[in-house]
């Protein structure tokens, strides 16, 4: 915008007056700006909601499904061979007796012979022919291979099953030796070399180490495998195999427990989510005095808070000896949140943790309480059909709506602030006019006095 200059003929500050005149007429854009701020905090809070309901909802995905409920725990006699991880599959009370035997191996070769270079064309064209597995394949080596380099890039990209790459065994003169590795367990390879014209050979190769598959003993049964992780010689329980026991007939005992600790922090965790829920809805509300939330009286969230309390202390029949949260040891506050009675809790866990499963996860087609909690909490926090999505778009759109109002406003006081400059401009110059007119005639009255002096 150019600088504007006022009030030069009239001595007023038109552009004070054009500013105040302005602020005037933009007090309802200032209205819309207020009403959107607090759309704005409005659809934040909603969103802060859904976090917390998404939040609740994760913290008891593992309470609806009796499998991941139960999670167990593994108990090795020793870690030196083998560790072990443990699904939900596994059979808790279990206890076996592993020895590793053998690891899985693939087999390794080095050549006898020491070369001085990796790169010089030394060893001759010809063909490398490799029998891995009982199957022959040939590897050509071309005038650009016949080098320790060329030959082993020439092995790589043959894909036969074997790969080569170059060692430095420190050997003052020659240190560089070819070392064959193959790809898969329990494969054996070997090579014959028809290379000619070189000035050295790729000479023989020793075996340092040879190809197994993994091999353990669980409780007497032999079990062989292509790989050191094993997921089905157990069930429910990987093995990675370290190393083979030091003692033949050896065995390291592996017990297969449920993990009450786990169990109670899942279960606790459900505690952990509700009162992150209902703190912050109650915290809406004006308590003590205190000032009330942007979502003070929305009659949807005070909605979803009466109907978790409601779930909560309804009971569950089922044939178990448990039909209420609160026999889990869920304690309620004089502000709406649960307290767990840890006592309460470790002594249900540990005796009737059937009746547990049953109450949380349900029985004989009828839905357990933690999955009632789920389906709801799925139902509000739906991304298309939930209710938060329905009050968020909502004030989404009003904001939208708003932004547009201000954008009409503010192009129509652009103008209308045009408009107004014009205006003073136009009164500026005439006053100006009627100035020099009047410093005119006042010159014209002074001469006739002059002359009449005379």
């Given at each position: 915008m150019a600088i504007q200059f006022g009030g030069l003929s009239t001595g007023l500050d038109t552009n004070s007056i054009i500013e105040q005149l302005m602020n005037v007429e933009r007090m309802p854009i200032v209205r819309y700006e207020s009403d959107k701020t607090w759309l704005?905090?409005?659809?934040?809070?909603?969103n802060t909601l859904d976090g917390l309901l998404k939040t609740f909802q994760s913290s008891i995905s593992n309470l609806d499904d009796s499998d991941s409920l139960l999670q167990r725990s593994v108990n090795l006699g020793s870690k030196d061979f083998f560790d072990a991880t443990v699904s939900s599959s596994a059979i808790p009370g279990a206890a076996y007796n592993v020895e590793v035997v053998s690891l899985a191996k693939v087999q390794k070769s080095i050549s006898d012979t020491n070369f001085a270079s990796k790169t010089d064309p030394s060893l001759g064209?010809?063909?490398?022919?490799?029998?891995?597995?009982?199957?022959?394949?040939?590897?050509?080596?071309?005038?650009?291979?016949?080098?320790?380099?060329?030959?082993?890039?020439?092995?790589?990209?043959?894909?036969?099953?074997v790969n080569a790459s170059i060692i430095n065994d420190g050997t003052a003169t020659t240190p560089y030796r070819l070392v064959l590795t193959g790809e898969n367990v329990a494969t054996d390879f070997s090579m014959t070399s028809s290379l000619t014209g070189g000035t050295d050979t790729l000479g023989t190769f020793t075996v340092t180490q040879s190809s197994s598959r993994a091999h353990i003993i669980v409780d007497s049964t032999d079990i062989y495998a292509d790989s050191n992780t094993l997921s089905e010689a157990i069930p429910g329980v990987t093995l990675n195999l370290l190393q083979a026991q030091l003692v033949a007939g050896e065995t390291t005992s592996l017990n297969v427990s449920l993990d009450t600790s786990a169990i109670k922090s899942t279960i606790q965790s459900f505690a952990t989510g509700y009162n992150g829920v209902i703190s912050f809805i109650t915290g809406?509300?004006?308590?003590?005095?205190?000032?009330?939330?942007?979502?003070?009286?929305?009659?949807g969230i005070n909605t979803i808070k009466r109907h978790l309390q409601n779930m909560l202390t309804s009971p569950f029949e089922n044939s178990g000896v448990l039909s209420s949260f609160s026999e889990l040891g869920f304690e309620t506050q004089r502000d709406g949140t649960l307290k767990v009675n840890d006592?309460?809790?470790?002594?249900?866990?540990?005796?009737?943790?059937?009746?547990?499963?049953?109450?949380?996860?349900?029985?004989?087609?009828?839905?357990?309480?933690?999955?009632?909690?789920?389906?709801?909490?799925?139902?509000?926090?739906?991304?298309?059909?939930?209710?938060?999505?329905?009050?968020?778009?909502?004030?989404?759109?009003?904001?939208?709506?708003?932004?547009?109002?201000?954008?009409?406003?503010?192009?129509?006081?652009?103008?209308?602030?045009?408009?107004?400059?014009k205006q003073f401009t136009a009164m500026e110059l005439l006053v100006g006019q009627m100035n020099a007119q009047s410093d005119y005639l006042t010159q014209q009255m002074e001469s006739i006095s002059n002359l009449r002096k005379r």
């Open positions: 704005n905090n409005k659809l934040k809070a909603f064209t010809g063909t490398l022919t490799f029998t891995v597995g009982g199957i022959n394949h040939d590897v050509t080596i071309a005038s650009t291979d016949n080098s320790l380099t060329g030959i082993a890039d020439a092995i790589n990209t043959a894909g036969i099953g809406q509300s004006a308590m003590d005095g205190g000032d009330a939330g942007i979502l003070a009286g929305d009659s006592d309460v809790l470790t002594k249900v866990v540990n005796n009737n943790i059937e009746s547990v499963v049953s109450l949380l996860v349900g029985e004989n087609g009828k839905d357990g309480l933690a999955v009632q909690f789920n389906d709801y909490l799925s139902s509000m926090t739906s991304p298309t059909t939930g209710m938060l999505k329905g009050r968020k778009d909502s004030t989404t759109t009003n904001i939208a709506r708003i932004d547009n109002r201000i954008q009409m406003m503010e192009t129509r006081l652009e103008k209308r602030e045009e408009y107004l400059r």
